[in-house]
């Protein structure tokens, strides 16, 4: 099951990254369309779920946006934005906390628009993306991306543009779980938070699909808070090691 899972994960970063090869070397210039689900299966010789977990990689930079009913059309190379991740200092916890602290502003009000709003189709996208963590975590792999993905979900299920824009402005720098790994957390301490952050994206996911919008933003206050408490610990045991 997990050589199967681990198959899977190379064959999307391939061809998502043959894709963005294709869109930055102008085979699919902006506004075009690229080609149907079935016509990249065919041409890349692998399933359609791996072409759809492809195609949500490139949504998820900014590079593509699906139109319901016409399909996937790439975008115009985005100026530079009034906000910058490239601001953002990675090898600083309290950089990662600042981060935190501004997506819990927005981001609890999308999980609660995203409760009363949310299409059934959004929905089941929702608990999609909220399984491929939990199968990235099982099969010891990096969870960042689909991790980035669900909350881009959420996002989407608001019906409000802007929470993804909000996002992509951010990127995959919203999900800071990296900071475990250059600390030299172990592989039983990372494997328990990643476990943690499973169980609250349940509570989240849950609240959203009942329509819950008071729970569903206090589901994602806690874990939002919950990740800042966390990593003001991590913060203060450096500052052991220091001293």
Do not use: C, W
């Amino acid at each position: 099951m997990t050589r199967a899972r681990g198959a899977s994960g190379s064959l999307v970063a391939r061809i998502s990254e043959a894709l963005r090869q294709s869109i930055r070397s102008g085979n699919y210039p902006p506004g075009t369309k690229l080609p149907s689900e079935a016509q990249l299966t065919q041409a890349h010789g692998v399933s359609r779920t791996v072409v759809r977990e492809a195609v949500a990689a490139l949504r998820a930079d900014g590079l593509v946006e699906a139109r319901q009913g016409a399909g996937v059309f790439v975008l115009e190379a985005p100026g530079a934005p009034l906000f910058s991740s490239q601001n953002i200092d990675n090898t600083r916890v309290s950089s990662t906390i600042e981060l935190l602290e501004l997506r819990t502003g927005v981001e609890v009000e999308a999980a609660g628009l995203a409760a009363a709003r949310r299409s059934p189709a959004q929905e089941e996208v929702i608990f999609e993306r909220h399984f491929a963590v939990r199968a990235a975590m099982e099969a010891g792999q990096s969870t960042v991306e689909s991790d980035f993905a669900l909350h881009l979900a959420i996002a989407d299920a608001t019906n409000n543009p802007r929470f993804r824009e909000f996002l992509t402005m951010i990127g995959r720098e919203a999900i800071p779980r990296v900071v475990l790994e250059r600390d030299g957390q172990s592989v039983e301490r990372a494997t328990s938070y990643i476990e943690l952050i499973d169980d609250e994206h349940q509570r989240i996911a849950l609240a959203i699909s009942k329509g819950d919008e008071e729970a569903a933003r206090e589901a994602m206050r806690v874990h939002l808070r919950g990740s800042q408490q966390r990593y003001r610990a991590l913060l203060q045991t450096r500052r052991k090691h220091i001293i």
